[in-house]
DNA sequence: ACATAAAACGAACGTTCGCTCTATTTTCTG
DNA sequence: CAGAAAATAGAGCGAACGTTCGTTTTATGT
């Protein structure tokens, strides 16, 4: 019980993590500067995807499509996104089959809709690495990069997850990519530390997948940590959850790679 | 390419795993005792789900459970359960409706009898696992025998993980009391180790949780390692993969650990 | 060869699905 | 505050769903 998964020293509580003038900050930092939360979130959906949604005035669309969204993950998290109706999904919004039906055209064009906003975060984390130069640097903003938008995006990576299935073949590709893709950015970033005498290893491959799947134990399993049981709740705890699950993935890399 | 996820090297075609007296041998030899590879697996699930099983006649309940699951594993790992229908199922099977359904009673005992075979799976291991005394061979056992349990029986651990949701909710805790069993069994061994001065490390839960994850990493995205695109192939191959992946696994718990 | 019981069959059942349609209400605009 | 435009409600559509059932076929024991 004192193991560091779920217990929260008060080491963990510190919020600077990086000394590089384009690190990043601190979990709150983010929030305020993440330009995937809160209001912004669903404008940014609802400005993708203007072709797919049928409302046109932004005021009503942004609102409604937060409210289709939000029920969506709600329901389909207990139930899973085929085994949720319209009907399921209308009662849970509080809007009519006709309200939701002037918003999106069809079913799939919710899945469709989470895929674009993960794979786009994805874009933000990808360009936010490729701006720092040392090579441990780069794995280390990865990681804290990934757990910061996994967490304020954690219903949208799940559900991405779990319903890639129901994407049209097409985006059912790019969403794989999106894991192999994240996995030769940081087998990269190993490679080249190990060119520059950084790091030792023979096994970048498996490293880097490994931290791939430790990111992805962190949105797919959050009662481990039981981050989000609060989720409402207390930032500076959240912050430090996070803190402390980005160093004990930081240290386990060190030993992998039997830093210099 | 020549990372440790795709290549195999000469060495990982040795097949003398462990010096133990209860360890486990090769891969080849684990197929041959494992009671649940070929025949033995469909009358295992009906002998444990009679009381599900319609059919009353072993004969014909073993064969139509074959390929009434068979053809369920091949459906829903492209559209998923909830998609796949029982018309779906039927064309798959060649057996007509009311065959399937006088062989289960409802749809849901499918998903039922899975959960209830990767149960047992994990209960072979677990009784293996506390046969061995040294904490490290502890581990490495498991890690090894969860391996080769999950390799035979990969569409059985696949489709549990997806379809969990499927499940009435007893069994839906069960399925994930599977999970933090397995991280706690791992955890414990390697708390011992440290008493017993064999490791040193302040994170035993951290590196039972990546051990864990990397496990299912293995049945969920064979695609990685390319395994099961010669799922009928070679079995020389098969283990030299295996082995490979366990190597991995192993030495990055022995750097993680400290090994004394 | 026959009798009996189990198994296989496939059309049909009631339900629910994703989605559409239109009368009505709400919101925006001049 | 009038009139146009947009959004809504919820009944309704055909299709597809899981399941049932009366019947036929097959296997088994004598």
Redesign the interface.
Known sequence: MT????SVNANALRSKPSDSKVGLGSFADFVEQFPLVGEQLYAKVFQRNSAIVQTQKPKFAVANLEKILTATFEVSA???F??MSLRDLSRQTGMSMGAIYSCISKKEDIAVMVADIVGLANEYIRDHVAKVDSAFEKIEQAVRYHLYASTVLQPWYFFLF?ET??LPEELQQASIQI?TGAIEQL?KALLSGVAEGEFKT??????A??IV??L??WYL?P??TRLFAHVDGDLAEQEALINNYNR?II??VE??V?KA
Chains 1, 2 share one sequence.
């Open positions: 193991s560091s998964l779920q207990v139930s899973g085929d085994r779990f299935r129901s894991e087998e023979r096994d970048a491959r498996m490293i997948n490994t799947v430790l992805e134990d399993k009662w481990k004990s240290e386990l030993k992998l039997a």
